[in-house]
T-cell receptor
Framework: GAVVSQHPSRVICKSGTSVKIECRSL??????MFWYRQFPKQSLMLMAT?????????EQGVEKDKFLINHASLTLSTLTVTSAHPEDSSFYICSARDRASNQPQHFGDGTRLSIL | TQLLEQSPQFLSIQEGENLTVYCNSS?????LQWYRQEPGEGPVLLVTVVTGGEVKKLKRLTFQFGDARKDSSLHITAAQPGDTGLYLC?????????????FGQGTILTVHP
């Protein structure tokens, strides 16, 4: 079945560091990928929609200069948390849609980001 | 902004009991998905409902989509400890059945042996 790989699965770093998270569709092409943020025991909150070859669409309240998204190929989208601070600590999850089929989004296994 | 109200937020029951989780909205969705998520993992799709009034069954799980495609329910019969997890409903918008998703708040289910 369709697989979305997210890397790294866990990051612990100091305040002020920029962190890049990768989301790859392993066996399908994804024109659109989505980035979510999830706090403990809460639901997923959509941050942005990543479109291959064009600028990402950010949800209201999400700082585009803080969360840089690049979707340079049909199988890879990256989310960079710039100058991360402790309040950016969260579980970040990506999902991808197979452009060739009318199927639901496939989710990655998430990245646990901890900023000290 | 489309909202999806999911309830209850927490559910703690004994093995063998039945339960129902609800998702309600004032908006119409092109489809609605139900997911289950384990700690530290991504959501796993359980089912998608597309047609108003649709009912789908997955072993002990029964999913229903409201006639107006604004609400949905998940019913679990004879719950087991293995059913413990976070259950999420998500409505799709954007003109396609599987576009941008709006998630409900989630239901944390704990089934005690």
């Amino acid at each position: 079945g369709a697989v979305v790989s997210q890397h790294p699965s866990r990051v612990i770093c100091k305040s002020g560091t920029s962190v890049k998270i990768e989301c790859r569709s392993l066996d399908f092409q994804a024109t659109t990928m989505f980035w979510y943020r999830q706090f403990p025991k809460q639901s997923l909150m959509l941050m942005a929609t990543s479109n291959e070859g064009s600028k990402a669409t950010y949800e209201q309240g999400v700082e585009k200069d803080k969360f840089l998204i690049n979707h340079a190929s049909l199988t890879l989208s990256t989310l960079t948390v710039t100058s991360a601070h402790p309040e950016d600590s969260s579980f970040y999850i990506c999902s991808a849609r197979d452009r060739a089929s009318n199927q639901p989004q496939h989710f990655g296994d998430g990245t646990r980001l901890s900023i000290l | 902004t489309q909202l999806l109200e999911q309830s209850p937020q927490f559910l703690s029951i004994q093995e063998g009991e039945n339960l129902t989780v609800y998702c309600n909205s004032s908006s119409v969705f092109s489809s609605l998905q139900w997911y289950r998520q384990e700690p530290g993992e991504g959501p796993v799709l359980l089912v998608t409902v597309v047609t108003g009034g649709e009912v789908k069954k997955l072993k002990r799980l029964t999913f229903q989509f409201g006639d107006a495609r604004k609400d949905s329910s998940l019913h679990i019969t004879a719950a087991q400890p293995g059913d413990t997890g976070l259950y999420l409903c998500a409505g799709a918008t954007g003109g396609t059945s599987y576009g941008k998703l709006t998630f409900g708040q989630g239901t944390i289910l704990t089934v005690h042996p």
